[in-house]
């Protein structure tokens, strides 16, 4: 069923500056819902600044004290990236904020289109001290297509960090420009690779600015040609969680990051399978009731593959092509 919680003015703010934050998307009823999936993954604050032995902090200490991590400048280190965790979890709720019907709502809107893909999943965490968080001004071009994206919504990829904690100032929030500011400088200058940008230009920018500053349940969305950076966490004590999600128009092959079909061996996959709606699966890539690749055989198969899902849907839509003699 359909779950449209944004209001037109997002998607203007979206189609103007190339971002917009929806606050309060989801409630915190259904984000703490997803607490107990999240905090098997990771230790919460508490736990990880308590500095008590715990197997889910130890990849937030190993390289912790290497040069590479090292200094203060803002730039792109390895453990900003070390609580990166990929989709799908054994907590099918977890799994399934990334596939809330109210976010695909966002996603049709932004993209234009009812024909979506979830393209990649993870979740993120940051902990005050593991490193220094502050990034340089970047655009995800480079690592999620390998062609640059056209201005128009056609063909469209959009990036989305949904907020499962609270983001203030010392959070480290996201910084993000206006696409109006940048819309004549070269991608190529501004991917995480790209070349060093002029300091005066930084500074304009860095003034312009907006820090994605809002509650846990909010959504942060952002086109692969929209610049921003990570910032440094400062709050003491404290961790940041999100789950970063990256969505496509079906048929952009070109757009890419976590191939779900990989997934198929973890023991995850069928319990989350059997939990999603048609809708999202079709958003996980399966072929919508109806289509030219459900026959009696690929039914059969898939009944046996995954013997819990209701394929009634795929069935019924079989049947109605049948008699219409199309199938
Ligand atoms: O943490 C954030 O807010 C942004 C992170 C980011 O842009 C990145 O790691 O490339």
Same mark, same amino acid.
């Given at each position: 069923?359909?779950?449209?919680?944004?209001?037109?003015?997002?998607?203007?703010?979206?189609?103007?500056?190339?971002?917009?934050?929806?606050?309060?998307?989801?409630?915190?009823?259904?984000?703490?819902?997803?607490?107990?999936?999240?905090?098997?993954?990771?230790?919460?604050?508490?736990a990880?600044?308590?500095g008590? *032995?715990?197997f889910?902090?130890?990849?937030?200490?190993a390289?912790?004290?290497? $040069?590479?991590?090292?200094?203060?400048d803002?730039?792109?280190?390895?453990?900003?990236?070390?609580?990166?965790?990929?989709?799908?979890?054994?907590?099918?709720?977890?799994?399934?904020l990334a596939?809330?019907?109210?976010?695909?709502?966002?996603?049709?809107?932004v993209?234009?289109?009812?024909?979506?893909?979830?393209?990649q999943a993870?979740?993120?965490?940051?902990?005050?001290?593991?490193t220094?968080y502050?990034?340089p001004?970047?655009?995800?071009?480079?690592?999620?297509t390998?062609?640059?994206?056209?201005?128009?919504?056609?063909?469209?990829? =959009?990036?989305?960090?949904l907020?499962?904690?609270?983001?203030?100032?010392?959070?480290?929030p996201?910084?993000?420009?206006?696409?109006?500011?940048?819309?004549?400088?070269?991608?190529?200058?501004?991917?995480?690779?790209?070349e060093? =940008?002029?300091?005066?230009?930084?500074?304009?920018? %860095?003034?312009?600015?907006?820090? *994605?500053?809002?509650?846990?349940?909010?959504?942060? =969305?952002?086109? $692969?040609?929209?610049?921003?950076?990570?910032t440094?966490?400062?709050?003491?004590?404290?961790?940041?969680?999100?789950?970063?999600?990256?969505?496509?128009?079906?048929?952009?092959?070109?757009?890419?990051?976590?191939?779900?079909?990989?997934?198929?061996?973890y023991?995850?996959?069928? $319990?989350?399978?059997?939990?999603?709606? =048609?809708?999202?699966?079709?958003?996980?890539g399966?072929?919508?009731?109806?289509?030219?690749?459900?026959?009696?055989t690929?039914?059969?198969?898939a009944?046996?593959?995954y013997? %819990?899902l209701?394929?009634? $849907?795929w069935?019924?839509?079989?049947?109605?092509r049948?008699?219409?003699?199309?199938?």
């Amino acid at each position: 069923m359909p779950d449209c919680r944004h209001r037109t003015e997002h998607i203007e703010h979206f189609d103007e500056h190339g971002w917009v934050l929806i606050e309060e998307l989801l409630t915190p009823t259904e984000i703490e819902a997803a607490y107990p999936g999240l905090f098997s993954v990771y230790p919460t604050a508490e736990a990880f600044h308590s500095g008590d *032995a715990d197997f889910r902090s130890s990849g937030f200490k190993a390289i912790s004290d290497s $040069p590479a991590n090292a200094g203060e400048d803002p730039r792109f280190r390895p453990m900003q990236f070390a609580g990166l965790r990929e989709f799908p979890f054994s907590d099918q709720t977890l799994n399934l904020l990334a596939l809330h019907p109210a976010i695909i709502a966002v996603v049709e809107s932004v993209l234009n289109t009812h024909d979506v893909r979830l393209y990649q999943a993870e979740t993120f965490a940051k902990y005050t001290g593991v490193t220094e968080y502050d990034q340089p001004f970047h655009v995800d071009y480079t690592n999620h297509t390998m062609l640059p994206p056209r201005h128009d919504r056609k063909y469209g990829q =959009v990036t989305l960090f949904l907020f499962l904690t609270d983001v203030s100032a010392e959070h480290g929030p996201t910084k993000v420009v206006s696409r109006q500011l940048t819309d004549d400088f070269p991608l190529s200058k501004l991917n995480s690779m790209g070349e060093k =940008v002029d300091s005066d230009q930084v500074a304009v920018w %860095e003034k312009a600015a907006t820090s *994605a500053i809002a509650p846990r349940g909010s959504l942060f =969305v952002y086109a $692969p040609n929209v610049l921003h950076r990570g910032t440094n966490m400062s709050i003491p004590g404290g961790a940041r969680f999100f789950f970063n999600l990256g969505y496509k128009s079906a048929g952009a092959d070109w757009v890419g990051a976590n191939p779900w079909p990989r997934k198929g061996f973890y023991e995850q996959w069928e $319990p989350l399978v059997n939990r999603c709606s =048609v809708r999202q699966l079709e958003v996980l890539g399966f072929p919508a009731p109806g289509h030219d690749y459900w026959d009696e055989t690929t039914l059969h198969g898939a009944a046996e593959r995954y013997p %819990e899902l209701d394929l009634r $849907p795929w069935c019924e839509a079989l049947e109605k092509r049948s008699r219409m003699g199309t199938a």
